[in-house]
């Protein structure tokens, strides 16, 4: 079926129909979920080129991976909620891996001059991200996974990372432990700046000191986590409990754990960061894993609905969202032993 046939067995302009479709901010919403609803029910579908060439839009939003360390479970599961949602509305995704800072700002000043995306999503910003002010400036719109100092406003989801660590440092502190560890991610970036101050405030809370040996940094892997607990457990004055930034980084401090002859839940409490992997359950470890808990595929979801409404013209400053994390209590934290 053509546009032509399928606007008048609905009554409407081939231009409203187009328009509607394309997500027009000045299509009244009610005549949207019209044209969607015969859509669906009569089997349409609008030729992609001719689309394109009618809205002057590109149909496909973009996102540029830095470095190929970036571009792992977390970014798999992430991609797949943003492709998930964005398929409903025919957007596809164009996928660009890079080595540097410069080649990911050049990439950038490429999308925009070719307009081969309509816009792109930023990831794992730094606390003040250098990204935002170029695509500001290049006038290509974009929605931050995460939050970064800007002079102007932007849009961004981020989860409430201060909450969610400063939750999980008091139920270990009420537990008894005074000395616990925190496996964090990259320093410069705001989600591990935001769950450092979080872990601090929580301690000063309980008036407790916080060591700078127990904290350490680096990408969320089995590797990772292992090598920094079994770091800690050298210490003259070990941890008795762990914070762990993921469930990847969980996985080796639970190993460096049990290798050093301790027990997880016993001898060492554990909590984890969950981002709700469907082949990574903490219900399925041994002691079972307590969580703070925020499935990044929803918000690879979420973030494409931003993406959509800031491409209708809502304001950046209107979709902007922090997200509360789930905090749930399972069997690797007890009392601090003695």
């Not at 060492?268 to 703070?292: C, G, M």
């Amino acid at each position: 079926m053509k546009l032509k046939e399928f606007a008048a067995r609905i009554g409407l302009s081939q231009t409203t129909v187009s328009r509607a479709m394309s997500g027009y901010p000045e299509v009244k919403p009610e005549t949207r979920a019209r044209v969607l609803e015969a859509a669906e029910r009569l089997g349409y579908r609008p030729n992609i080129s001719a689309q394109r060439l009618a809205t002057g839009r590109a149909g496909a939003i973009g996102i540029v991976f830095q470095g190929g360390g970036r571009f792992g479970p977390h970014s798999s599961e992430f991609m797949g909620g943003l492709s998930t949602r964005l398929q409903k509305d025919g957007i596809d995704i164009l996928v660009s891996t890079v080595e540097t800072e410069a080649d990911e700002a050049a990439a950038y000043r490429r999308l925009a001059a070719s307009k081969r995306v309509d816009a792109v999503v930023v990831h794992t910003p730094k606390v003040a991200d250098a990204r935002i002010a170029l695509l500001q400036k290049l006038g290509l719109p974009f929605v931050v996974h995460g939050r970064s100092e800007a002079e102007r406003p932007f849009a961004f989801l981020d989860i409430d990372n201060f909450g969610a660590i400063a939750t999980a440092t008091e139920h270990l502190a009420g537990l008894g432990h005074r000395r616990i560890a925190l496996i964090n991610g990259d320093p410069a970036t705001t989600y591990a700046r935001d769950r450092d101050l979080g872990y601090r405030t929580a301690l000063a809370r309980r008036s407790l000191a916080a060591d700078p040996a127990l904290t350490g940094h680096g990408e969320f892997t089995d590797e990772n986590g292992f090598r920094l607990m079994q770091g800690f457990l050298a210490l003259p004055a070990p941890p008795t409990a762990v914070i762990a930034g993921s469930m990847m980084s969980a996985l080796g401090a639970m190993r460096a754990i049990r290798i050093a002859g301790l027990a997880v839940g016993r001898d060492v409490s554990l909590i984890a960061h969950d981002d709700v992997f469907p082949y990574l359950s903490p219900e399925n470890f041994v002691p079972p894993v307590t969580t703070t808990q925020s499935p990044i595929r929803s918000a690879g979801e979420r973030i494409g609905d931003l993406v959509l409404r800031l491409l209708r013209g809502e304001a950046p400053k209107a979709l902007q969202e922090i997200w509360p994390v789930d905090f749930r209590v399972r069997g690797s934290t007890g009392p601090a032993p003695g």
